[in-house]
């Protein structure tokens, strides 16, 4: 009886308890629901890195409070336990990454990861925030010098390394070909007309950025196909992330086929793009009602296949002189500006326009304070994001008024083309930023981050990059380098490999630009990478400090002893030594050069010597850097086609972009890369070539036609890129 009483009395007590509590449960933070539904994502970033122990992190999203938007979070570890608290599920992943880098656990990198996690968590409490609401990330040229032949799991792992780095504005250009074929379509243009107007697949950054046509197409549809789907799983994961993906909106350029007709439209035959020797590209007018119909009508279409965004990118003028009246310049300056912003908005009500702030560098006299305030004039400051991410290279900025109130981004490019020169400039970067933040005429400034042309090198540039608009350039770089160091190749780094690191702070990376690339109007990333002249006796020198490198260089091969084969340490070395030894192929080049026009043979044949000992030295430990490697870039091209004759297409186009490029201008070698196999298949029989044939000419006492050997050389290197051949190593 007394046991029947107590039951009543229970059941009794909890009718009355469990709403109590459940009201209690509610009325609490949802600490559980924001470490699962609303962390998945972030969580998932987590467990592809570290695996089970992702299940000792509780990650919680908090209410932003910052009037801005911009992101904050807090790490502390109780137990064995590492409590996170962010504003976003970037900055938990920035978070958590930034915790076991500190602790010397993990380093992220796109040459590999280290990880070696403790047995236990230390103590550790962290609380940081950014002033700047975006971190922005990837250039419009990415997507041809270095994405081309990128699958899922690449860019898994590529959204991934966004994440840990807490990017959230994050350029995403993929997989707009099957939106612009549908398009053109429907507006009367066949297959055929559309495979004259698209470039290859490593080109079709400057196809869509209106500066070419058709170059080294067609583009396979099953290339347009596979992007598309691509492109939705890009998407999905980004947004899922809390990312902003930047996408493709209209600027104004029609296919030719398209110009032909609409004759009675005013669109606008523009000259040949950066030297001559391209297809004309055709610009509708801004103020022709079938610009806005088609903007309009493409995001719609965008829209329905890939999903609602919020920002669009749209440049008309890229690297083009913009075809305007000189009696009407600004008010037709700031039709352009006003009509791309309309389409968009119309489109997609309260979107932001995104445009490249490059073209204000790039042609500075043209755009004039006068014409830039005219193209911005009418549109409303808050609805327009100017990436200016040239301050490696160009003030745009300060030149420009912060853009006159309108919103933008600061940045750097730091990597042209994929080139990989080991440099960079840590201190110029922290002294930058905090400059900027210091700076009353800053304007509106948004967002932070870099947009290198081509990944894949120098990571410790961009690893400190993205710690900037967090630490704001409080920490002094010899301070960040040491934990730096500790994540990257252990934490029992010696004094030695301390000192090396410093070396190489002064001696390489003190250089923010790489001028070498772009010299005397010639591209290549060193002087064995262009196309051979006589004038390389003028170069007055490579960037940084070549005595210090050598130093740093010394020490780094005395303590690689201490480490594996197959570690980042040895990965650093191999980077180091190629470029030392390939800036004393430059000058030995200058040397054997001057010898064999003096008519020194003995000394100009020991030097030629020398050089393809050093070059084919080059080529032969670039083994242990699979990515940088000729074989992996076209292997990689292959087999992203379904038979011979479309892979056979993206090999050419894969070959092309890194050697020939195009046009008649100065393109050839933009794109030049420190890989195995360039060395030794291409950089040096081009100069082999050339040397042999001045020497030749010395014998004989026969005059050396400069342009008739590099017009053979040419012929060569055309050979060399139709050539389905692939590099397989020696």
Same mark, same amino acid.
């Given at each position: 009886?007394?046991?029947?009483?107590?039951?009543?009395?229970?059941?009794?007590?909890?009718?009355?308890?469990?709403?109590?509590?459940?009201?209690?449960?509610?009325? $609490?933070?949802?600490?559980?629901?924001?470490?699962?539904?609303?962390?998945?994502?972030?969580?998932? =970033?987590?467990?592809?890195?570290?695996?089970?122990?992702?299940?000792?992190?509780?990650?919680?999203?908090?209410?932003?409070?910052?009037?801005?938007?911009?992101?904050?979070?807090?790490?502390?570890?109780?137990?064995?336990?590492?409590?996170?608290?962010?504003?976003?599920?970037?900055?938990?992943?920035?978070?958590?990454?930034?915790?076991?880098?500190?602790?010397?656990?993990?380093?992220?990198?796109?040459?590999?990861? *280290?990880?070696?996690?403790?047995?236990?968590?230390?103590?550790?409490?962290?609380?940081?925030?950014?002033?700047?609401?975006?971190?922005?990330?990837?250039?419009?040229?990415?997507?041809?010098?270095?994405? +081309?032949?990128?699958?899922? #799991?690449?860019?898994?792992?590529?959204?991934?390394?966004?994440?840990?780095?807490?990017?959230?504005? !994050?350029?995403?250009?993929?997989?707009?070909?099957?939106?612009?074929?549908?398009?053109?379509?429907?507006?009367?243009?066949?297959?055929?007309?559309?495979?004259?107007?698209?470039?290859?697949?490593?080109?079709?950054?400057?196809?869509?950025?209106?500066?070419?046509?058709?170059?080294?197409?067609?583009?396979?549809?099953?290339?347009?196909?596979?992007?598309?789907?691509?492109?939705?799983? $890009?998407?999905?994961?980004?947004?899922?992330?809390?990312?902003?993906?930047?996408? +493709?909106?209209?600027?104004?350029?029609? !296919?030719?086929?398209?110009? &032909?007709?609409?004759?009675?439209?005013?669109?606008?035959?523009? /000259?040949?793009?950066?030297?001559?020797?391209?297809?004309?590209?055709?610009?509708?007018?801004?103020?022709? !009602?079938?610009?806005?119909?088609?903007? #309009?009508?493409?995001?719609?279409?965008?829209?329905?296949?890939?999903?609602?965004?919020?920002?669009?990118?749209?440049?008309?003028?890229?690297?083009?002189?913009?075809?305007?009246?000189? &009696?009407?310049?600004? &008010?037709?300056?700031?039709?352009?500006?006003?009509?791309?912003?309309?389409?968009?908005?119309?489109?997609?009500?309260?979107?932001?326009?995104?445009?490249?702030?490059?073209?204000?560098?790039?042609?500075?006299?043209?755009?004039?304070?006068?014409?830039?305030?005219? %193209?911005?004039?009418? =549109?409303?400051?808050?609805?327009?994001?100017?990436?200016?991410?040239?301050? @490696?290279?160009?003030?745009?900025?300060?030149?420009?008024?912060?853009?006159?109130?309108?919103?933008?981004?600061?940045?750097?490019?730091?990597?042209?083309?994929?080139?990989? +020169?080991?440099?960079?400039?840590?201190?110029?970067?922290?002294?930058?930023?905090?400059?900027?933040?210091?700076?009353?005429?800053?304007?509106?400034?948004?967002?932070?981050?870099?947009?290198?042309?081509?990944?894949?090198?120098?990571?410790?540039?961009?690893?400190?990059?993205?710690?900037?608009?967090?630490?704001?350039?409080?920490?002094?770089?010899?301070?960040?380098?040491?934990?730096?160091?500790?994540?990257?190749?252990?934490?029992?780094?010696?004094?030695?490999?301390?000192?090396?690191?410093?070396?190489?702070?002064?001696? =390489?990376?003190?250089? /923010?630009?790489?001028?070498?690339?772009?010299?005397?109007?010639?591209?290549?990333?060193?002087?064995?990478?262009? *196309?051979?002249?006589?004038?390389?006796?003028? %170069?007055?020198?490579? +960037?940084?400090?070549?005595?210090?490198?050598?130093?740093?260089?010394?020490?780094?091969?005395?303590?690689?002893?201490?480490?594996?084969?197959?570690?980042?340490?040895?990965?650093?070395?191999?980077?180091?030594?190629?470029?030392?030894?390939?800036?004393?192929?430059?000058?030995?080049?200058?040397?054997?050069?001057?010898?064999?026009?003096?008519?020194?043979?003995?000394?100009? @044949?020991?030097?030629?010597?020398?050089?393809?000992?050093?070059?084919?030295?080059?080529?032969?430990?670039?083994?242990?850097?699979?990515?940088? @490697?000729?074989?992996?870039?076209?292997?990689?091209?292959?087999?992203?086609?379904?038979?011979?004759? =479309?892979?056979?297409?993206?090999?050419?186009?894969?070959?092309?972009?890194?050697?020939?490029?195009?046009?008649?201008?100065?393109?050839?070698?933009?794109?030049?890369?420190?890989?195995?196999?360039?060395?030794?298949?291409?950089?040096?029989?081009?100069?082999?070539?050339?040397?042999?044939?001045?020497?030749?000419?010395?014998?004989?006492?026969?005059?050396?036609?400069?342009?008739?050997? *590099?017009?053979?050389?040419?012929?060569?290197?055309?050979?060399?890129?139709?050539?389905?051949?692939?590099? /397989?190593? *020696?």
């Amino acid at each position: 009886m007394k046991r029947e009483c107590l039951t009543v009395r229970s059941c009794h007590f909890l009718k009355i308890i469990i709403p109590f509590f459940a009201i209690l449960l509610f009325s $609490i933070p949802d600490v559980c629901g924001q470490n699962g539904a609303d962390t998945k994502s972030s969580k998932a =970033v987590l467990e592809r890195l570290i695996g089970n122990r992702a299940s000792e992190f509780e990650l919680t999203i908090i209410e932003n409070k910052n009037q801005d938007q911009s992101d904050s979070f807090e790490v502390e570890t109780q137990g064995n336990r590492v409590k996170i608290q962010g504003t976003s599920n970037t900055a938990l992943c920035y978070a958590a990454y930034n915790f076991l880098r500190d602790i010397g656990a993990v380093l992220v990198s796109w040459e590999g990861n *280290r990880i070696d996690l403790p047995k236990s968590w230390p103590r550790y409490s962290k609380k940081e925030s950014t002033p700047f609401q975006y971190r922005e990330y990837l250039n419009a040229c990415t997507f041809g010098y270095t994405t +081309p032949w990128w699958d899922w #799991k690449r860019w898994e792992q590529e959204i991934d390394w966004m994440a840990f780095h807490g990017i959230n504005l !994050p350029t995403a250009m993929e997989g707009q070909e099957a939106v612009w074929q549908e398009l053109w379509k429907g507006y009367g243009l066949t297959d055929s007309q559309l495979a004259a107007h698209f470039a290859g697949p490593a080109f079709l950054p400057w196809q869509r950025m209106g500066n070419i046509n058709s170059l080294e197409g067609p583009l396979p549809q099953e290339w347009i196909n596979k992007k598309g789907n691509l492109q939705k799983q $890009i998407l999905e994961r980004m947004r899922a992330l809390g990312m902003h993906p930047v996408v +493709p909106a209209f600027s104004g350029y029609v !296919p030719k086929a398209f110009a &032909e007709k609409h004759p009675e439209s005013k669109i606008k035959e523009l /000259k040949t793009w950066s030297g001559g020797g391209f297809a004309s590209t055709y610009l509708l007018d801004s103020k022709d !009602p079938l610009f806005k119909e088609i903007g #309009k009508r493409f995001i719609e279409m965008y829209t329905k296949v890939y999903g609602h965004s919020d920002f669009y990118l749209a440049d008309s003028f890229n690297e083009i002189t913009p075809p305007v009246s000189e &009696e009407h310049k600004y &008010e037709e300056l700031s039709d352009y500006g006003k009509t791309i912003f309309e389409t968009i908005n119309e489109a997609s009500p309260g979107a932001t326009w995104v445009m490249q702030g490059w073209l204000f560098g790039d042609n500075k006299e043209f755009w004039t304070k006068e014409a830039t305030s005219a %193209f911005l004039s009418k =549109v409303p400051n808050d609805r327009l994001m100017i990436q200016d991410y040239a301050n @490696d290279r160009y003030k745009v900025w300060e030149n420009q008024e912060a853009f006159y109130g309108k919103q933008w981004t600061y940045g750097y490019v730091h990597n042209y083309g994929g080139s990989n +020169p080991v440099y960079g400039d840590l201190n110029f970067y922290r002294n930058e930023l905090t400059s900027l933040l210091k700076n009353p005429n800053k304007g509106n400034v948004a967002g932070y981050g870099a947009m290198p042309e081509g990944l894949n090198n120098n990571s410790i540039v961009y690893e400190y990059i993205y710690d900037l608009p967090w630490t704001q350039g409080k920490e002094p770089v010899k301070d960040w380098l040491k934990n730096y160091l500790k994540a990257r190749y252990g934490k029992n780094i010696s004094n030695s490999v301390f000192e090396s690191w410093q070396l190489l702070i002064e001696s =390489v990376y003190s250089t /923010k630009y790489w001028e070498t690339r772009w010299w005397n109007d010639r591209a290549g990333a060193y002087l064995f990478f262009k *196309r051979p002249t006589l004038k390389i006796t003028e %170069f007055k020198g490579n +960037p940084g400090d070549k005595e210090k490198l050598k130093q740093a260089l010394d020490i780094l091969q005395l303590e690689s002893k201490n480490f594996d084969k197959n570690s980042l340490y040895n990965y650093d070395l191999l980077d180091v030594s190629r470029h030392y030894y390939s800036l004393c192929i430059d000058d030995l080049l200058i040397e054997c050069v001057k010898a064999y026009q003096q008519k020194d043979l003995k000394k100009a @044949d020991t030097l030629y010597k020398e050089i393809e000992k050093q070059a084919l030295a080059i080529d032969k430990i670039l083994s242990g850097q699979p990515l940088n @490697d000729l074989s992996y870039w076209l292997q990689s091209a292959w087999d992203y086609g379904s038979n011979a004759e =479309v892979s056979k297409l993206y090999v050419k186009n894969a070959k092309t972009l890194i050697t020939l490029w195009g046009g008649e201008g100065h393109l050839n070698d933009y794109a030049s890369r420190s890989w195995r196999g360039m060395y030794a298949e291409f950089y040096w029989p081009r100069w082999k070539m050339f040397l042999q044939a001045l020497r030749a000419s010395e014998i004989s006492k026969s005059p050396f036609v400069e342009e008739d050997v *590099r017009a053979s050389i040419k012929k060569w290197e055309i050979k060399w890129c139709e050539s389905p051949e692939m590099y /397989k190593g *020696r």
